[in-house]
C-alpha cells in the first residue's frame, strides 16, 4: 500500500517495523531444546519463551505445534528428559500432602500466578491443582491451608488474601488475613478496625 502511494507521490507517515520471528524447522527447533537443556539441566518452560531472551527458542509453542504436534512431542524429539513434576499424574491425596509438606518446609502459601512456576521448589505447576480440584484456592481449602471464609463476617462463597506488610511477594502464613472483597475493600481504606487480631 505503501508503495502505490509512492508511485502516486502521495507522501506517508514513517510506519514501524515490527519484528518478525524467523522461520522455524524441526532441525534448528530441537538444536535450540537441547542448547537449553546442556545449559540449564532441564527442558525449557512455556514460560521460557514467553520471556523472549533466549534468541535460539521461540517465543510460542505456535511453532512446535505446527512441525511435532505438541510442545511435549517436540520436547520428546530432542531427547531431553521430561520435567517429572509436570508430566505426572497426582491423585488428590497426594497434591493435598504436597501442599501440606511444602508449607511445613517453608512456613509460606505457595502463591500460584500464571507467570510463575512452583515445578523448580519440588511442586507441580498450577494447571496440575486446577486440573483436579477446579482452581488453586479449592486445592488450599481442601489441605485445610485456609478456611474459604472471611475472618471478619464469615461470608463463604469468595474469599481473597490480603497481604499484612502490603508486600504481595510475602506470602508467609502470619503475613496473609482472609477477607471477602467487601471487607478487602474496607480495610484498603481503613475502615476496618482491629482486624489485624484475627489471623487465617
Not at 30 to 51: H, M, Q, T, V
Not at 67 to 73: K, M, V
Not at 164 to 183: F, Y
Request: hydrophobic share 30%; proline share 4%; glycine share 6%.
Amino acid at each position: 500500500m505503501n508503495k502505490r502511494f509512492e508511485v502516486a507521490s502521495i507522501p506517508t507517515k514513517k510506519t514501524r517495523k515490527y519484528f518478525r520471528e524467523p522461520i522455524w524447522t524441526q532441525e534448528k527447533l530441537l538444536s535450540g531444546i537441547n542448547k537449553f537443556y546442556s545449559k540449564y539441566g532441564r527442558a525449557p518452560y512455556r514460560s521460557d519463551l514467553e520471556k523472549k531472551k533466549y534468541n535460539y527458542l521461540p517465543h510460542s509453542t505456535v511453532c512446535a505445534g505446527r512441525l511435532f504436534g505438541t510442545w511435549t512431542n517436540a520436547i520428546k524429539d530432542a531427547g531431553v528428559e521430561l520435567d517429572k513434576y509436570q508430566h505426572r499424574k497426582y491423585s488428590r491425596k497426594e497434591l493435598i500432602l504436597l501442599l501440606q509438606e511444602y508449607v511445613k518446609r517453608t512456613g509460606e502459601l505457595p502463591y500460584y500466578t500464571y507467570s510463575k512456576n512452583y515445578s523448580r521448589d519440588g511442586m507441580p505447576s498450577w494447571y496440575v491443582f486446577i486440573r483436579c480440584f477446579g482452581s488453586v484456592w479449592d486445592a488450599y481449602i481442601a489441605a485445610k491451608l485456609i478456611k474459604g471464609k472471611c475472618v471478619n463476617c464469615g461470608f463463604k462463597k469468595c474469599t481473597q488474601l490480603h497481604h499484612i506488610d502490603k508486600n504481595r511477594r510475602n506470602n508467609k502464613i502470619k503475613n496473609l488475613l482472609e477477607l471477602c472483597p467487601n471487607c478487602h475493600y474496607l480495610l484498603h481504606r481503613n475502615k476496618l478496625g482491629g482486624i489485624y487480631d484475627k489471623k487465617v
